[in-house]
């Protein structure tokens, strides 16, 4: 069968029966390379099968590992960490990826036991260690967790007995911070002791972490039910499960609240892990989960109060994942800032119904909820493109503070002390 395939892509007559020397003796010596190799696999020792590779008329295939990985040429050279093609100090590329070849091909190819050796028609050679191709490769990706989480409903929560961290020990080391990350990643929420309740030293709290998102809302938020905004939560009403800033194109990547007064009965927080109830619907329904990472919706927020005129306009799916691994990733879930469903046919728009449906029973089960009375000096970090968060009604005066922070600058914290994020 390589025989044949090869015959064909290279057009050259043979018999089955043939040596592959008389078949491609007219060859160019490079083809004849290529046509030699690709026809059987190639091992990094005789002995040894722990890595094996085979040419094939536009990528390279390489068994290393217990995975079978697949490269384009073009993909193979445009990634070379040669000095020449890549720098170092920056970790930036330096090769022109427009000015290679789209018909490239290596002009020779050697693998030892870590390492893979590929030499270019002008001499150029690359090497890849066995690992980074591992780790680098779409096969390999589709094995891995970008973001290594731990899905819980209320009970699963409460049996972790997840710590909050004391405000001094976060603002002062790296493992206090570190401490606190790590549960924030994991799971989607964290909670700072211990916090002088002002909106001052609140905004102190979250620049530890992150650069503060200065939104419509203003850079910190501070609000009682006056309905000073046109938004239901600066109401005494309850609220619903949700995310906030559906309405963003890109939506606020961690919410901070901190409540700084309650003079009242009620208003407690309601969180819900997003994520876990998404994988309730992946296990009983694919196709539903499936739709609703697909469709895409439009979620609004038009304001006309006092002086805040505002129209934003967000667009998105209600689950979004990566394409190689199906990792979910965020969660838009907001019944109240859904806009109008105009972005597909109606026979779609019933199936979206049904699996809006399924999502919103797992959301709302009694068992998946979590509720947490703030206290002034206790700081929540939320998750928003994960946990979904409400509050039951209340009655007095309750004060609240807080922020949005930039997810690129939390997740490049976390990373500068070495977590995965």
């Not at 020990?169 to 401490?179: A, R």
């Not at 211990?194 to 938020?221: C, F, Q």
């Amino acid at each position: 069968m390589w025989c044949r395939r090869l015959a064909c892509l290279f057009k050259v007559p043979c018999r089955l029966s043939g040596s592959t020397r008389h078949r491609s003796a007219w060859l160019p010596r490079d083809r004849r390379t290529i046509l030699a190799a690709a026809a059987r696999w190639h091992h990094t020792a005789p002995e040894s099968l722990k890595c094996a590779w085979q040419l094939h008329g536009d990528h390279l295939e390489l068994r290393y590992a217990n995975t079978l990985m697949r490269f384009d040429f073009v993909w193979l050279r445009d990634h070379c960490r040669s000095a020449s093609c890549y720098n170092a100090k920056t970790n930036q590329r330096s090769l022109d990826t427009a000015s290679v070849d789209l018909g490239i091909k290596p002009k020779a190819v050697r693998v030892d036991e870590t390492t893979l050796f590929l030499t270019w028609p002008d001499g150029h050679v690359t090497r890849y260690g066995l690992e980074w191709l591992v780790k680098n490769s779409y096969e390999g990706q589709k094995q891995q967790v970008m973001h290594p989480r731990i899905l819980w409903n209320a009970e699963i929560y409460r049996q972790a007995q997840v710590p909050s961290v004391d405000c001094r020990s976060f603002l002062e080391t790296d493992e206090g911070l570190k401490e606190f990350l790590q549960n924030f990643l994991l799971y989607g929420i964290a909670f700072v002791e211990n916090v002088t309740p002002t909106k001052e030293d609140t905004e102190i709290l979250a620049e530890r972490v992150s650069l503060i998102r200065e939104t419509i809302y203003g850079r910190m938020w501070y609000f009682t039910s006056d309905f000073s905004r046109g938004d239901t939560a600066y109401t005494k009403l309850a609220l619903d499960r949700h995310t906030d800033t559906t309405y963003f194109q890109e939506p606020c990547g961690i919410q901070v609240f901190h409540c700084l007064k309650h003079e009242g009965t009620g208003g407690r927080t309601l969180l819900v892990d997003g994520f876990y109830a998404a994988e309730q619907v992946l296990r009983q329904a694919p196709d539903q989960f499936e739709l609703l990472s697909k469709v895409p919706l439009k979620h609004e927020y038009v304001e006309n109060v006092g002086d805040c005129h505002n129209h934003m306009i967000g667009v998105g799916p209600v689950l979004n994942v990566y394409p190689w691994n199906n990792e979910l990733y965020l969660i838009r879930y907001n019944n109240y800032d859904r806009a109008v469903i105009n972005t597909v046919p109606y026979d779609v728009v019933h199936r979206w119904y049904a699996a809006h449906r399924t999502l919103t029973a797992e959301l709302r089960r009694p068992e998946n909820e979590l509720w947490v009375k703030l206290k002034p000096g206790k700081a929540l970090f939320v998750d928003n493109w994960r946990v979904l968060h409400g509050r039951e009604a209340f009655t007095g005066y309750r004060q609240l503070c807080g922020c949005y922070l930039t997810r690129d600058d939390v997740l490049n914290t976390a990373r500068l002390l070495g977590l995965q994020a």
